[in-house]
């Protein structure tokens, strides 16, 4: 059985960092496609990054060159480090596995609030 439990939310600062980590179980998370999404309320879920089987990686163009998503097979835990973080990514982050462009399992969720 395929479960996702995300952490590392919480409350940071603008331009702060953190560090999410979803851990995975039920599969290897090197064997699928994985990727975080994030919902703002009253707005649609929204993907945030992707790591393809493989390595590559795609990012909204909303986080590039401020987020990283990254795998650590050791763990079986996929990784989203966000940096210079701004108040519009305040949101519940999401961890995802992807199968052919489309999320299919997700975890419950870890909230981030970026405010001064």
Same mark, same amino acid.
């Given at each position: %059985?395929? +479960?996702?439990? @995300?952490? =590392?939310?919480? !409350? ?5 960092? !953190?560090? !999410?980590?979803? &851990? ?9 496609? #994985?990727?975080?999404?994030? +919902?703002?309320?009253? *707005? %649609? $879920? @929204? #993907?945030?990054? /992707? ?6 990686? $795609?990012? &909204?163009?909303?986080? *590039?060159? $401020? ?12 990784? /989203?480090? #966000?940096?210079? /973080? *701004?108040?519009?990514?305040? &949101?519940?982050?999401?961890? &995802?596995?992807?199968?052919?462009? @489309?999320?299919?399992?997700? =975890? +419950?969720?870890? %909230? ?5």
């Amino acid at each position: %059985q395929v +479960q996702l439990v @995300e952490s =590392g939310g919480g !409350l940071v600062q603008p331009g702060g960092s !953190l560090r !999410l980590s979803c &851990a995975a179980s039920g599969f290897s998370v090197d064997s699928s496609s #994985m990727a975080w999404y994030r +919902q703002i309320p009253e *707005k %649609q $879920r @929204e #993907m945030v990054a /992707l790591a393809v089987i493989g390595g590559a990686t $795609r990012y &909204a163009d909303f986080v *590039k060159g $401020r987020f990283t998503i990254s795998r650590d097979n050791s763990k079986n835990t996929v990784i /989203l480090d #966000m940096n210079r /973080l *701004k108040p519009e990514d305040t &949101a519940v982050y999401y961890c &995802a596995t992807v199968h052919a462009g @489309e999320p299919v399992d997700w =975890g +419950q969720g870890t %909230q981030v609030i970026v405010s001064s």
